[in-house]
C-alpha cells in the first residue's frame, strides 16, 4: 500500500469497498491447496529447465539469424523462431521474476527480471505500470495503462470514440505488432520524463535503479543493433529487427488482451467519488477471463498466463500453481456468487476479442455513459 500512495498524490485514487470474506475464504482454500500439493522438486526442476530451454533458445536463435543464416529464407525462419523465443521469456522468465515469484530468493528474481531489461523494456517502469497499476486497477480506464491505446484503438467504454475504431477489429491486429518498438523508445523515456503513467504519478529512478535502467538500454541495443553490424548493413538489421519485433510483439499484445479485452469482463466507469462498488478481489475476477484452461502446451508456453484469474489473485504465486489451484477459486467463486468465466479455447478467446473490438468501435453513446448494453453487434 506504500507504493500505492507514493504512486498517486495529485489525484484521487480509485477505492475498493471492503472485502466481505471472499478473498479471505480463497487465501485460505488456496493456502490449503498449495501446502497439500507442495511443489515438488521434479516440478522446480521442470520450471529451472524450463528456464534454461527459453535462454538456450533465444541464443541459438540469435546465433541463426546473425551469423548463420545464408538466405532470406533461412533468415526469415531464424527471425521466426527468435520472436517466439523473446515472447516464451516474457511469458515464463521475466513475468514470474518481476511479479517475485519464481523464487524465494529476491535476488534471483531480481536478476532473472532484468531480462526484460536485456529484452528492450525497462524493469524498473514494468513494475509500476503492470504490477501496481494493472494489478490493482484492472480494466479503469486512464488507470490501467495496458488498456490504453491511444489514438490507435478503443477498448474501454470509458474511452473517446472516434470514427476510425468501427474497422478497428481488423487493424489493431497489426498495430499490436509495434508494441515491441513502443516499450524501447518511446513508454519508457516518456514515463520517466514525465513521472507520470496514465493519471499516476511514480518515483522517478535514481541511483542504482537508473543505472540498471539505462544499463539495460545500452545492452539491448548493443545485443539488437551493434552486435549485427559485425556482419550486416544497418538497413537489413533494421528489416529484421522490424520483423523479429513485430512479430513478438503481435504475440504478446494478443495474449494479454485476451485475458482483459474480450466480452465478459467489467469495465467500470469511476463515479465522482472515484469509489468502486466491489471489493479489489471481486473486482479481479469480474474484470479478468481465462482461456484454454486445460491446453497443456499453451499453459507450458505462456508461463501459466492463460488462467489469468488465478494469476491476477495471487500473483507472487509461481506459475506451476495455477492450473492446481483454479479448481479452489472457482468452487470458492460460485459460494459467494461471484462471476468466474473462461473460453474453452484461445480461438474462442480471439473471435471474443474480434467481437469487442467491434462493439467498441460501434459504440456511440458518450465515453462517460456508455452502458454495454447500449453497444450493438
Known sequence: ??????????????????????????????????????????????????????????????VLLVFVAANVWQALASSLSLALAIAGIGFNIQHDANHGAYSDRPILNRTLGFSLDLLGASSY??????????????????WDDDIDLGFFGRLSPAQRRRPIYRVQQYYLWLVYGFLGPKWHFVDDFVNIIQGRIGRSQFRRPKGWELIGLI??????????????????????????????????????????????????????????DARIQSSWAVHQVQ???????????????LGGLNHQIEHHLFPSLPHV?????????????????????????????????????????????????????????
Request: net charge positive; charged share 15%.
Open 287 to 301: 474484470s479478468t477471463v481465462n482461456f484454454a484452461p486445460r491446453n497443456k502446451f499453451l499453459t507450458w508456453y
Open 125 to 142: 517502469v514494468w513494475h509500476y505500470k503492470h504490477n501496481i497499476l494493472h494489478h490493482t486497477y484492472t480494466n479503469l480506464s486512464r
Open 1 to 62: 500500500m506504500n507504493s500505492l500512495n507514493k504512486l498517486t498524490t495529485q489525484v484521487v485514487r480509485p477505492r475498493f469497498v471492503a472485502d466481505l470474506g471472499f478473498y479471505q475464504e480463497l487465501k485460505r482454500r488456496v493456502q490449503q491447496c498449495v501446502e497439500q500439493h507442495k511443489v515438488s522438486r521434479r516440478e522446480f526442476r521442470a520450471l529451472h529447465v524450463k528456464t534454461v530451454v527459453m535462454l538456450c533458445w533465444f541464443v541459438l536463435s540469435y
Open 321 to 377: 500453481h495455477y492450473s492446481r489451484i483454479s479448481k479452489e477459486v472457482r468452487a470458492v467463486c460460485a459460494e459467494f456468487g461471484v462471476r468466474y468465466f473462461a473460453h474453452d479455447s484461445m480461438f474462442r478467446a480471439i473471435v471474443s476479442h474480434f467481437q469487442w473490438l467491434r462493439r467498441m468501435g460501434k459504440c456511440t453513446d458518450s465515453a462517460v455513459t456508455c452502458p454495454l448494453q447500449a453497444c450493438d453487434l
Open 215 to 272: 544499463g539495460g538500454k545500452l545492452a539491448f541495443v548493443t545485443i539488437a543493433f551493434l552486435v549485427p553490424l559485425i556482419k550486416h548493413s544497418f538497413w537489413q538489421i533494421g528489416l529484421f529487427y522490424a520483423i523479429t519485433w513485430f512479430i513478438a510483439g503481435g504475440v504478446v499484445g494478443v495474449v494479454f488482451q485476451l485475458a482483459h479485452c474480450v466480452e465478459g469482463p467489467i469495465f467500470p466507469i469511476l463515479p465522482s
